[in-house]
């Protein structure tokens, strides 16, 4: 039974990946009113065996507008006129959102300012400090 790839930790069966071909809109003169070539991919991904909880709900919010009310992951392509093209892309375009819903974002760890910088920063304001009191000196003068 083939998978699909998604990372080191998930394969999805091809077996949990349900196609339906319908005729596409767009150039094909004749040809596009004779053959069903708009491939619409369908994975339940609320009942799929092959994904943790944890990982089908960063799933279920990563992927919240092709998903239904169901939990099924709706996508659909009709790029080409060729069929096999078409249920190449949106498998591998299922492949990318799977891989970005996924992936872990990493924690950003609060970074202290450098001694360097804080010295900089307070001589600035000694600088603009000592400038508006020459100002205030030259003020009272006249």
Not at 90 to 113: C, D, E, H, W, Y
Request: glycine content about 6%; proline content about 5%.
């Amino acid at each position: 039974m083939p998978f699909l790839t998604i990372n080191d930790w998930v394969r999805i069966p091809d077996s949990e990946l349900s196609f339906r071909f319908v005729r596409s809109a767009g150039p094909g003169g004749q040809h596009v009113n004779r053959s069903a070539t708009q491939v619409e991919l369908y994975f339940d991904l609320a009942q799929s065996p092959s994904l943790t909880e944890e990982q089908k709900s960063r799933l279920a919010i990563a992927l919240k507008g092709c998903l239904d009310k169901e939990g099924v992951l709706h996508l659909a392509s009709q790029e080409s006129r060729s069929q096999y093209r078409n249920r190449t892309e949106v498998t591998a375009r299922f492949i990318t959102l799977l891989q970005n819903g996924l992936r872990i974002p990493k924690r950003r760890r609060p970074s202290r300012p450098t001694a360097a910088s804080k010295e900089k920063r307070m001589d600035t304001k000694r600088r603009r400090g000592t400038l508006k009191k020459e100002r205030r000196a030259s003020e009272g003068e006249s």
